[in-house]
T-cell receptor, first 113, second 114 residues
Framework: QQQVKQSPQSLIVQKGGISIINCAYENTAFDYFPWYQQFPGKGPALLIA?????SEKKEGRFTISFNKSAKQFSLHIMDSQPGDSATYFCAACSQGGSEKLVFGKGTKLTVNP | DAGITQSPRHKVTETGTPVTLRCHQT?????MYWYRQDPGHGLRLIHYSYGVKDTDKGEVSDGYSVSRSKTEDFLLTLESATSSQTSVYFC?????????????FGPGTRLTVL
């Protein structure tokens, strides 16, 4: 049972474009939704996170949009750059305890110059 | 990088041999986690620890055991390695930041079981 579904599997964007990655979750107990960025040979790095009491969170060129009723959240990368080329993972968990993250399967983003 | 190191970084072993991976943290965080990463599966939780000698199973715990005798060290053991355990293993810690408990990952260990 996949609790967090991520799409697309891969994404190619031109430099300066907008990259959009979507995730959907099933467990309504989830209350913390982070995004991780991973470069080849490295560990995942926390990029941005949101809790369901807000519908949007922005940090620089990265924005999370959250739709609680639809149980969906998405990552938007504005003005995408070649250096953003990486694999992105969405995740979810219930905070306040062991915080066992459930991950999506990842999206490989390629930003062409 | 949250002061997390993993050792070894790469290991090749044969089916049936025992293997122990080590995760070391320098900041005395209570929660520590072991994940495995496989193509097409993302990251999946193997085991986690909520304190010295306190551990629990994750989603894919079969074939793995863990131990935590000191706050700073969390060991993952494959008692008898199988080819299906070929993977990249990541350790993580949970760190409170503002209103969140955030997880930070180590650099990973690439394990190949022949």
């Amino acid at each position: 049972q996949q609790q967090v579904k991520q799409s697309p599997q891969s994404l190619i964007v031109q430099k300066g474009g907008i990259s959009i990655i979507n995730c959907a979750y099933e467990n309504t107990a989830f209350d913390y939704f982070p995004w991780y960025q991973q470069f080849p040979g490295k560990g995942p790095a926390l990029l941005i996170a949101i809790r369901p009491d807000v519908s949007e969170k922005k940090e620089g060129r990265f924005t999370i949009s959250f739709n609680k009723s639809a149980k969906q959240f998405s990552l938007h990368i504005m003005d995408s750059q070649p250096g953003d080329s990486a694999t992105y993972f969405c995740a979810a968990c219930s905070q306040g305890g062991s915080e066992k993250l459930v991950f999506g399967k990842g999206t490989k983003l390629t930003v062409n110059p | 990088d949250a002061g997390i190191t993993q050792s070894p970084r790469h290991k090749v072993t044969e089916t049936g041999t025992p293997v122990t991976l080590r995760c070391h943290q320098t900041e005395n965080h209570r929660y520590m986690y072991w994940y495995r990463q496989d193509p097409g599966h993302g990251l999946r939780l193997i085991h986690y620890s909520y304190g010295v000698k306190d551990t629990d199973k994750g989603e894919v715990s079969d074939g793995y055991s863990v131990s935590r005798s000191k706050t700073e060290d969390f060991l993952l053991t494959l008692e008898s390695a199988t080819s299906s355990q070929t993977s990249v293993y990541f350790c993580a810690i949970s760190k409170t930041s503002g209103n969140y408990n955030e997880q930070f990952f180590g650099p990973g260990t690439r394990l190949t079981v022949l």
